[in-house]
């Protein structure tokens, strides 16, 4: 069979590789997975995608996403680290079963291909069987999106040792496909031995850290020992040491920051002063959606102002010798996508609009209202844009969403689903439905 080909045609072109470079109208040819050239006036001959009018750009990647909580979305807006606990983690987690896990997962991945993210780190924190996290598997792979799945011990600290290796070997056995698997362990008394089984496997590592529970000064230990590399990816790093900082430079760790998420639910300020003074350039996600929305406009706009506001306190307080540089839409940028897959450990595959990478990109169109006239192309996605812009989307060369329609998703049978699944859930753990 011959595989698709695409010339994605006269678009404005933010590749983010400078060897490749931007371009305020050019083409992106597409070859089955691959990216084969980026250039104005390509000869070649695909079918043609007409970009005029639009941003093309690679897609965004979310580095810490807990996608099996998608019928729970807006239960807790008011609510903080502890409410959080309580309602999501001990009432309604224990109740899902495998179909809840199933379409949660595909729901939360089809929403988010909608608003051009192509790739996630998904944390699952739903894998107290194993038929509950091949039934998340199941949905991430009826989606067709780019997926870390990250098999976490939260609620299975008997069976994970045993499950992870027949999860490797049974859907991860091959490193050219959309999946591959990671282990979230949680900085605790178990931790080394976690890290040691998902070391032995070969696959990446993702932990929370909060210096508020005292892993601040863990991770300096860990680092201290030898134990942190470039596999470790570190969620939230509020209230964390100049140690800890250090050791996760230093060992090439990546830092996932969900900054709406920590501003509102108390986990501390979003440290994106700190990671940038130690050198650490960090990696954007959504978290939860029990509490905010999971569009990476939401992200890139919060990072973005937060950073800003925070410098500008510190002019207003007198202290112009000390001022960090101010944040700009391409650094913005460059944390939504290329530190994204450095973080999700996809460099090679995704971030850039490089020839010979996978084809993981968007549309986004700026010709709409509330874009046009166009004037400056990262500021208009980051600073104006949200996901109604998104027209079109690619993930390794498969449209996903064409002229702003989803493909291959049937949207009332998946509401109909979500729906009695949500009321299953509810009713199963007692907990009453607040409207209002």
């Known amino acids: ?19 490749v470079g931007d371009f305020p109208a050019a083409d992106v040819l597409v070859e089955g997975r691959k990216i084969v050239a980026v250039g104005p006036d390509l000869d070649a001959r ?30 807790l807006p008011e609510g903080l680290l502890g409410d959080y606990f309580d309602f999501v983690n001990l009432k309604m987690t224990p109740v899902y079963r495998p179909e809840d896990v199933y379409l949660a997962e595909f729901a939360a991945s089809v929403s988010q291909l909608d608003a051009g993210v192509t790739t996630v780190v998904d944390t699952s924190h739903v894998n107290h069987s194993l038929e509950r996290a091949e039934a998340a598997i199941a949905g991430l792979l009826e989606a067709g999106r780019r997926t870390v799945f990250t098999y976490s ?46 070391r032995g496997l070969e696959i990446p590592l993702v932990s929370h850290v909060l210096g508020q529970y005292g892993h601040a000064e863990l991770l300096g230990q860990l680092g201290r020992e030898g134990l942190l590399g470039p596999d470790n990816e570190f969620v939230h790093a509020t209230g964390l040491t100049d140690e800890a900082w250090a050791v996760i430079r230093d060992s090439g760790g990546g830092v996932s920051l969900a900054v ?33 929305t999971a569009d990476f406009f939401t992200q890139m706009r919060s990072v973005y102002t937060l950073q800003r506001m925070l410098v500008n306190e510190r002019s207003l307080a007198g202290l112009v010798g000390d001022l960090p540089q101010l944040l700009t839409p391409r650094d913005v940028l460059r944390f939504a996508t290329v530190e ?78 979500l729906e009695e699944s949500r009321d299953y859930l509810f009713a199963a753990a007692g907990v009453r439905r607040e409207l209002f």
């Open 46 to 75: 695909a079918e043609v995608i007409d970009a005029t009018g639009t941003i093309v750009l690679p897609g965004f990647v979310d580095t810490h996403h807990h996608q099996y909580q998608t019928a729970l979305r807006g239960t």
């Open 260 to 292: 709406p998420i920590e501003m509102s639910m108390r986990h501390g300020t979003p440290p994106i002063l700190q990671a940038l003074e130690h050198g650490v350039q960090p990696s954007l996600s959504t978290d939860v959606e029990c509490t905010m």
């Open 340 to 417: 994204g897959a450095r973080t999700a450990h996809l460099a090679d595959k995704i971030g850039t609009l490089t020839p010979g990478k996978e084809a993981d990109l968007v549309l986004l169109r700026a010709d709409a209202l509330n874009v046009m006239p166009l004037n400056n192309i990262p500021a208009a996605v980051v600073t104006l844009m949200d996901r109604a812009n998104v027209d079109t989307v690619l993930v390794a060369g498969r449209l996903r969403k064409f002229r702003g329609v989803l493909v291959d998703v049937d949207l009332d049978w998946l509401r109909g689903e």
């Open 153 to 198: 011990t939260f609620l299975g600290e008997e069976h994970y040792a045993r499950d992870l290796p027949v999860l490797r070997s049974r859907y991860f056995s091959s490193a050219d496909q959309l999946l591959t698997l990671a282990l979230n362990a949680e900085l605790g008394d178990e931790v080394r031995a976690q890290w040691a089984l998902a």
């Open 1 to 19: 069979m011959n595989e698709p080909r695409y010339l994605i045609r006269g678009g404005a072109v933010l590749s983010m590789d400078p060897a």
